[in-house]
């Protein structure tokens, strides 16, 4: 159980454009998600909290008219990287918390992004 | 800066032999937790520990937590070529709200 899926794996697409990635817990309901962002050889970031139903908390740095997140049903978190650039280009891991609402987040395998 | 370092950064073993891995954090917790990482994957959750807890235990994994030193361990034993892998400590912080802090990450090298 507790399994979470993103989606697309790999991404590569032009500057400018916008680029969506979805996170899903595919066997029970997240009412809070999270959005990291990962640089190769190094720790993850924490870019913003999804919650389901309202607006999502984003941390100290983190555009959120850049990173534009939408948590629209229990199982369903979405990031967008708007006018991606190629500085945008990492590693974006997604997680939710456990069906139990615990402690421990479930993680999605990761969606590697490459702007040209 | 981050919540938690890590060291070493890298650690290189045999197969058969011990891994150990410390992280050390800044302010108060609720838990720490640890977790694994493929290369280029996502991140799997080895064991949580709680700020009243001094130990647990998961198979071949040991995990202390010393909350004066603010700092925990990573015990891996006997290990295996499949246990390559990043590990990272993660600290939920007293009303930080479920959220996770990484650290910076030990990279084990497992060699037959």
């Known amino acids: 159980g507790a399994v979470v899926s993103q989606h697309p794996s790999r991404v590569i697409c032009k500057s400018g454009t916008s680029v969506k990635i979805e996170c899903r817990s595919l066997d029970f309901q997240a009412t809070t998600m999270f959005w990291y962002r990962q640089f190769p050889k190094q720790s993850l970031m924490l870019m913003a909290t999804?919650?389901?139903?309202?607006?999502?908390?984003?941390e100290q740095g983190v555009e959120k008219d850049k990173f534009l997140i939408n948590h629209a049903s229990l199982t369903l978190s979405t990031l967008t990287v708007t006018s991606a650039h190629p500085e945008d280009s990492s590693f974006y891991i997604c997680?939710?918390?456990?069906?139990?609402?615990?402690?421990?987040?479930?993680f999605g395998p990761g969606t590697r992004l490459l702007v040209l | 800066s981050q919540q938690g370092e890590e060291d070493p950064q890298a650690l290189s073993i045999q197969e058969g032999e011990n891994a150990t891995m410390n992280c050390s954090y800044k302010t108060s917790i609720n838990n720490l937790q640890w977790y694994r990482q493929n290369s280029g994957r996502g991140l799997v959750h080895l064991i949580l520990?709680?700020?009243?807890?001094r130990e647990k235990h998961s198979g071949r994994l040991r995990v202390t937590l010393d909350t004066s030193k603010k700092s925990s361990s990573l015990l891996i034993t006997a290990s295996r070529a499949a246990d390559t892998a990043s590990y990272f400590c993660a600290t939920g912080l007293a009303g930080g709200g479920n959220k996770l802090t990484f650290g910076t990450g030990t990279q084990l090298k497992v060699e037959l």
């Open positions: 999804s919650n389901e139903g309202s607006k999502a908390t984003y």
């Open positions: 997680s939710a918390r456990g069906p139990l609402a615990e402690e421990t987040q479930y």
């Open positions: 520990i709680r700020s009243n807890e």
